[in-house]
């Protein structure tokens, strides 16, 4: 059989199967609606982005009840961890990047404390592997980093306490973000720093095949992304400009891990600008952290000095407090009562020491 027969075959192949999941949905009765329209959104018969009516046939379940919000995001997670197919596995990751960006507070909400709390790795997908070919087994990899980029924003966004979403584009939350960070103490800045530099590594982590980024289900995955890094750097920014302005408050330790975090991030700005061709640059933070950096290593540098001086001073004091020991030993070796107790002291000797030239 040719290539492209093969080809034609397996597309049919996969419009059947499309086909008979929803008719087994809809006849079985435990799979509700929300399966029904998870499935058309995720369906496997073509590499191209769900639309924007799939899209939003699903954001819509987070319009009603809390319990239909539950059953919206249940559907959706039973399809992504029952397939093993990669492009069905990127169209339900993006229908939840999507919950995320655009869904509903009960919708996201309820995503965000699947199956319960949450937490690291609760996509489960880091050993996704789809063998039915080459292009597949690339695509794989871009499942499992793109689970790693949704599981990281939700982490940032229960962590910060607010969804980088919300309200992204008023400048009056803005305002208030900025006013908060401002009253939080630099231990806490510092370990808010810290988990938004591991989502900006996260992302750095993309698949060397950037190829693929000619399709339009990647593109369109890589897009969304990038608006993620575009929000995470502007609540990177607020926090480095803080901590900056709190330098000469900050204890050695303190200055030693801000350090490593704008390393870590400088350590992914080549990376980026590949994955992103530029895309939410932002010059401004990288000038940002530059001259950070160069500010922590000045103030390392002084609070060295004064390190290094005070370890002299106590040399000095120990050597000093040495010598004053040794002379009271020299003192003791001449005083010595002889064991006969009839034999008297020999005083003159005793009196004989000098300290310091004085008798």
């Not at 059989?1 to 075959?9: C, H, Y």
């Not at 996509?123 to 499942?143: H, I, K, T």
């Not at 952290?289 to 609070?303: C, D, L, V």
Request: aromatic share 8%.
């Amino acid at each position: 059989m040719a290539m492209g027969q093969r080809k034609k075959l397996k597309a049919v192949i996969g419009v059947v199967r499309g086909i008979t999941s929803v008719i087994k949905s809809i006849s079985t009765k435990s799979n509700s609606k929300f399966r029904v329209e998870v499935l058309r959104a995720t369906a496997r018969n073509s590499s191209s982005v769900p639309s924007d009516k799939r899209i939003a046939a699903i954001l819509s379940f987070g319009d009603g009840a809390r319990h239909t919000a539950c059953g919206c995001i249940e559907a959706l997670m039973d399809r992504l961890h029952g397939t093993k197919d990669a492009l069905v596995a990127l169209k339900c990751l993006f229908t939840i990047h999507s919950i995320i960006t655009k869904g509903s507070f009960i919708l996201r909400d309820q995503l965000s404390f699947y199956p319960s709390f949450g937490g690291r790795n609760f996509l489960n997908l880091s050993e996704f592997r789809d063998g039915s070919g080459p292009q597949a087994w690339e695509l794989s990899s871009w499942v499992r980093w793109y689970a790693g980029a949704i599981e990281q924003n939700l982490m940032v966004s229960r962590f910060l306490g607010h969804d980088l979403y919300s309200s992204s584009f008023s400048s009056k939350n803005e305002k208030d973000k900025q006013e908060k960070v401002f009253t939080f103490l630099s231990a806490d800045l510092l370990e808010e720093t810290d988990i938004l530099v591991d989502f900006i590594e996260v992302i750095c982590d993309a698949p060397d095949s950037l190829h693929l980024q000619k399709n339009d289900l990647v593109y369109e995955i890589v897009r969304l992304v990038a608006e993620d890094y575009r929000l995470v750097q502007r609540e990177v920014f607020v926090r480095v400009g803080e901590l900056g302005n709190r330098l000469t408050s900050l204890s050695f330790s303190e200055l030693t891990r801000f350090m490593g975090a704008l390393q870590r991030v400088e350590n992914c700005k080549g990376k980026l600008g590949v994955l992103f061709v530029n895309r939410a640059r932002n010059d401004a933070l990288w000038d940002l952290i530059k001259g950070t950096r160069i500010k922590i290593a000045a103030r390392m540098e002084e609070m060295g000095e004064t390190k290094l001086l005070m370890a002299t001073g106590m040399e000095e004091n120990s050597s000093e407090s040495t010598q004053f020991s040794q002379r009271i030993g020299e003192f003791e070796s001449w005083v010595q009562f002889d064991s006969d107790p009839e034999e008297p002291l020999e005083w003159n000797r005793v009196q004989s020491i000098t300290f310091g030239g004085m008798s």
